[in-house]
């Protein structure tokens, strides 16, 4: 089995399922119940928060818990526009963010809320000066991903929220780190943002947890009322096992991040260079390292339709991605605001990669995708 769709989700580590094992079977107690059992529970989650906001270079206070950055990112950007949305309308994002950020600034934008999307240059890649440029009296609110989860590229986050905070210190300044957090660096202090989205399972947690970094003296008015859990802004009985487990698996890959990006680019390296040797194939990522993530390659198999050369590829055991999960085969539009034409989109891959991506399982994907040129062409 070749696992290569880790932009998707990824392996929960061995002691990331320990740890929330301990939680399930020992610390199994409410954290909000006032005996040994409940404060046991409360001690795994506050060390899972300060595990987190350590990473972040921030306090555990910032920290908030949430069933995943879906949730991270609808708390964010719905919290901020009912508490700072009244008489400014305007928001900035970018044209290429995940369905958890797009979907909910079109709701907000049916609302009556103004959003502007920023498109990337002829080049693919995104102007900071471009978003600076639409921010103005009347803006409350930005979201910006760091890493683009399609095709990896790294959009100027740091440099928009810098400017922006020194000319508009009142806007609200939102990132998705998901698909940058304990890949590349994200630390509060470059990033400049109010609010940052981060989950789990792509990091080797399990699925249905994440977090939101909330700078202090950020409001957000809840979306859920209940209970006074996570300081009554996202109340109900938190799942320590999950944030436990988030928490190990911060704790595993704090220390490597650089080694990692090294390692991982090297792989991202091998590949694209087999692919630039093979016929009919276009890479859709940027491949300059500085706007790339090495975690992610997006590349298209001309003529043979994106789900026809995963399924094929699948039969092989070979797990690859035809585009975002989360679009389920829809189609997203981010490879068109790069450029992309529809018929190359039809047929893109998403190549994401692990720290564990051997290079012979990356030769024997290119003798499969070789194959698949070759058996396929009837399916055309
Ligand atoms: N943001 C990005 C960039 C993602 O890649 C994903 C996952 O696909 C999400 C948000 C959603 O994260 P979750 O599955 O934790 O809701």
Redesign the pocket.
């Known amino acids: 089995m070749i696992y290569l769709d880790n932009?998707?989700t990824t392996k929960p580590a061995e002691s990331v399922i320990r740890r929330a094992g301990e939680c399930l079977t020992e610390h199994f107690g409410n954290p909000s119940s006032l005996h040994k059992f409940g404060l046991n529970a409360q001690l795994c989650m506050d060390e899972a928060r300060k595990i987190i906001s350590g990473s972040l270079g921030a306090e555990p206070d910032n920290i908030l818990f949430t069933s995943?950055?879906?949730?991270s990112?609808n708390l964010a950007l719905r919290g901020s526009a009912s508490a700072y949305g009244k008489r400014k309308k305007k928001i900035i994002t970018s044209a290429v963010e995940?369905a958890?950020?797009r979907s909910t600034l079109d709701t907000l934008e049916q609302q009556g809320f103004e959003v502007i999307r920023i498109l990337p240059d002829e080049n693919g890649r995104f102007q900071a000066e471009d978003f600076i440029r639409a921010v103005d009296e009347n803006t409350f609110l930005i979201s910006m991903?760091l890493?683009?989860?399609e095709t990896g590229r790294i959009l100027p986050v740091p440099e928009v929220f810098r400017r922006v905070r020194k000319k508009y210190p009142d806007v609200i300044l939102h990132c998705?780190a998901?698909?940058a957090y304990m890949k590349i660096p994200v630390k509060t202090k470059d990033l400049q943002a109010d609010l940052i989205?981060l989950?789990a399972?792509?990091i080797h947690g399990i699925?249905g947890v994440?977090a939101l970094y909330i700078r202090k003296g950020v409001r957000l008015t809840p979306l859920l009322t209940g209970g006074k859990q996570e300081k009554s802004i996202r109340p109900g009985t938190e799942s320590v096992p999950l944030i436990a487990g988030f928490g190990e698996a911060v704790r595993l890959m704090q220390n490597t991040i650089p080694e990692r990006l090294e390692a991982v680019q090297t792989k991202k390296d091998y590949l694209l260079n087999l692919l630039s040797n093979m016929p009919e194939i276009s890479i859709n990522s940027d491949t300059d390292k500085n706007y790339s993530s090495p975690y992610i390659l997006n590349f298209s198999v001309k003529g043979i339709r994106s789900e026809i050369m995963l399924h094929y590829l699948e039969q092989k055991e070979i797990y690859v991605s035809s585009g975002?999960?989360?679009s389920k085969g829809a189609k997203s539009g981010v490879l068109s605001a790069y450029h992309v034409p529809d018929n190359l989109a039809d047929c893109a891959v998403r190549v994401s990669f692990s720290e564990e991506t051997s290079l012979q399982e990356l030769d024997t994907l290119v003798q499969a995708i070789a194959e698949g040129q070759k058996n396929l062409i009837h399916k055309k």
């Open positions: 932009a998707a995943g950055a879906t949730e990112s995940h958890s950020v991903m890493v683009e989860n998705d998901v698909q989205s989950s399972h792509k699925k994440g975002s999960a989360c």
